[in-house]
């Protein structure tokens, strides 16, 4: 398998649909459907899981990962355990409260 170059760094924005979606439907099912409801429906455990799917993923296959709108801090702080000296991965931090990765 060749190693990927800079220009193939694939950009995600981790998150978890399927608790996204069970949350989603029992607050629709409440009558809570307003914005105020949708920072509700995506638990730090929706992010911080997905973020270590994908970078378990891209830590097999070598290759380098832009991960964007991390809001937890559990997620910021991610990135750094997985990073390999070998493989760059980058990080951008949406919430005020977190650090930058």
């Known amino acids: ?13 981790a ?4 608790i996204i979606n069970l949350i989603t439907t029992r607050l629709a099912a409440a009558g809570h459907n307003t914005p105020f409801f949708h920072s509700i429906s995506r638990p730090q455990i929706a992010e911080s899981g997905a973020t270590y799917r994908i970078i378990s993923l891209a830590t097999l296959i070598d290759a380098s990962i832009l991960i964007v709108h991390m809001s937890s801090g559990i997620t910021a702080e991610r990135p750094k355990p997985g990073c390999s000296p070998s493989t760059p991965r980058l990080a951008h931090n ?6 930058k990765a």
């Open 1 to 13: 398998m060749r190693k990927l170059s800079i220009s193939d760094i694939q950009q995600v924005h």
């Open 15 to 18: 998150e978890n649909s399927n």
């Open 94 to 99: 949406t919430s005020s409260s977190s650090q």
